[in-house]
């Protein structure tokens, strides 16, 4: 596989990072840019999900060199250490709490509770710290119980002051949305199956709206509505497809569609196949705000769209 890291890959911009995926088999290959990087933290994770894949099954990995300036941001986010390439220069390791938390590979439920703990710092905002660890837990449970990822899932994290940004990336090579769906529910398409994951009710435990006692097919949904409700950006890549939720304008109003097809977001079923999943979402942490009247919106609609499925299969809800 070859993978291009540009100079600047976030959201917004994510299409120009993953059009140049270059998904053959065997060794890995990653040529950054030549000038400096910095990246989502999604971006991160890809790199380093298809690094601990290429080494399980034994190819070589390769990262090309880069200058100096590029260097102390991707060896202090733990870049070569999770792709297995020793560091090319000896780097300050500034404090990380508070600014942001390394790649780190999280094959366990143990791992995750670790995780969890070291993320705190990053909230700066007690009011949203339970909201954004029960995401963050969502998304790597997610891969822990549906993926089958040999490597478990890799996740970082970063947080930008200047706009109270938390940014967050969580990949996988494992199964991916539609293996993984198409256990209990028909779909047809990489895209199809991502919009079916983000709406409430629908697991892939099982064939029932609002799943069972262990999985209520609710995360991605709630992840999604926390970064619609806060005008941030959520993409969701896996297979062929890509979903990205778009801020939309301040002027518009704040509207949770449990249908994902109707949400103001750009969509691609077309693109290099990833091998699994990969995730990044960004989350405004507004002290100020009153996070918790979000969280009851985004239950007030699950719980309406639940009961709405169970009365009648096909129809669709919208809720302000």
Same mark, same amino acid.
């Given at each position: 596989?070859?993978?291009?890291?540009?100079?600047?890959?976030?959201?917004?911009?994510?299409?120009?990072?993953?059009?140049?995926?270059?998904?053959?088999?065997?060794?890995?290959?990653?040529?950054?840019?030549?000038?400096?990087?910095?990246?989502?933290?999604?971006?991160?994770?890809?790199?380093?999900?298809?690094?601990?894949?290429?080494?399980?099954?034994? $190819?070589?990995?390769?990262?090309?060199?880069?200058?100096?300036?590029?260097?102390?941001?991707?060896?202090?986010?733990?870049?070569?250490?999770?792709?297995?390439?020793?560091?090319?220069?000896?780097?300050?390791?500034?404090?990380?709490?508070?600014?942001?938390?390394?790649?780190?590979?999280?094959?366990?439920?143990?791992?995750?509770?670790?995780?969890?703990?070291?993320?705190?710092?990053?909230?700066?905002?007690?009011?949203?710290?339970?909201?954004?660890?029960?995401?963050?837990?969502?998304?790597?449970?997610?891969?822990?119980?549906?993926?089958?990822?040999?490597?478990?899932?890799?996740?970082?994290?970063?947080?930008?002051?200047?706009?109270?940004?938390?940014?967050?990336?969580?990949?996988?090579?494992?199964?991916?949305?539609?293996?993984?769906?198409?256990?209990?529910?028909?779909?047809?398409?990489?895209?199809?199956?991502?919009?079916?994951?983000?709406?409430?009710?629908?697991?892939?435990?099982?064939?029932?709206?609002?799943?069972?006692?262990?999985? $209520?097919?609710?995360?991605?949904?709630?992840?999604?509505?926390?970064?619609?409700?806060?005008?941030?950006?959520?993409?969701?890549?896996?297979?062929?497809?890509?979903?990205?939720?778009?801020?939309?304008?301040?002027?518009?109003?704040?509207?949770?569609?449990?249908?994902?097809?109707?949400?103001?977001?750009?969509?691609?079923?077309?693109?290099?196949?990833?091998?699994?999943?990969?995730?990044?979402?960004?989350?405004?942490?507004?002290?100020?705000?009153?996070?918790?009247?979000?969280?009851?919106?985004?239950?007030?609609?699950?719980?309406?769209?639940?009961?709405?499925?169970?009365?009648?299969?096909?129809?669709?809800?919208?809720?302000?």
């Amino acid at each position: 596989m070859r993978i291009y890291v540009p100079n600047s890959a976030f959201l917004g911009n994510i299409e120009a990072f993953v059009q140049r995926l270059e998904p053959t088999s065997g060794d890995l290959e990653v040529t950054l840019n030549e000038r400096w990087v910095a990246v989502h933290p999604m971006v991160l994770a890809m790199v380093a999900a298809a690094g601990a894949k290429a080494r399980r099954d034994g $190819a070589t990995v390769q990262i090309a060199e880069t200058p100096a300036r590029s260097l102390p941001y991707l060896i202090r986010m733990g870049l070569y250490g999770a792709l297995g390439a020793p560091a090319p220069t000896d780097v300050v390791a500034h404090e990380a709490a508070g600014r942001f938390i390394p790649l780190s590979q999280i094959r366990t439920n143990e791992d995750l509770a670790e995780f969890i703990i070291e993320m705190i710092p990053l909230l700066h905002a007690p009011e949203a710290s339970d909201s954004i660890k029960y995401v963050v837990s969502e998304l790597v449970r997610n891969v822990l119980e549906h993926s089958r990822s040999r490597d478990g899932a890799f996740v970082c994290a970063q947080y930008f002051a200047t706009s109270r940004r938390l940014s967050v990336g969580v990949a996988d090579t494992g199964r991916g949305i539609r293996s993984s769906l198409s256990e209990h529910h028909p779909v047809g398409s990489d895209l199809e199956a991502i919009h079916l994951a983000m709406q409430p009710g629908i697991t892939g435990t099982s064939p029932n709206f609002g799943g069972n006692e262990y999985n $209520a097919g609710a995360g991605l949904f709630f992840t999604k509505s926390i970064a619609r409700a806060s005008r941030n950006f959520f993409v969701v890549y896996s297979g062929g497809a890509l979903f990205k939720l778009l801020k939309g304008a301040e002027t518009a109003d704040r509207v949770l569609h449990a249908d994902s097809t109707r949400d103001y977001a750009t969509r691609h079923s077309d693109l290099p196949e990833w091998q699994g999943t990969a995730i990044g979402i960004d989350i405004a942490i507004d002290a100020s705000a009153t996070f918790q009247q979000l969280l009851d919106d985004i239950y007030t609609a699950y719980r309406l769209e639940i009961r709405s499925a169970k009365k009648d299969r096909f129809k669709r809800a919208r809720f302000a």
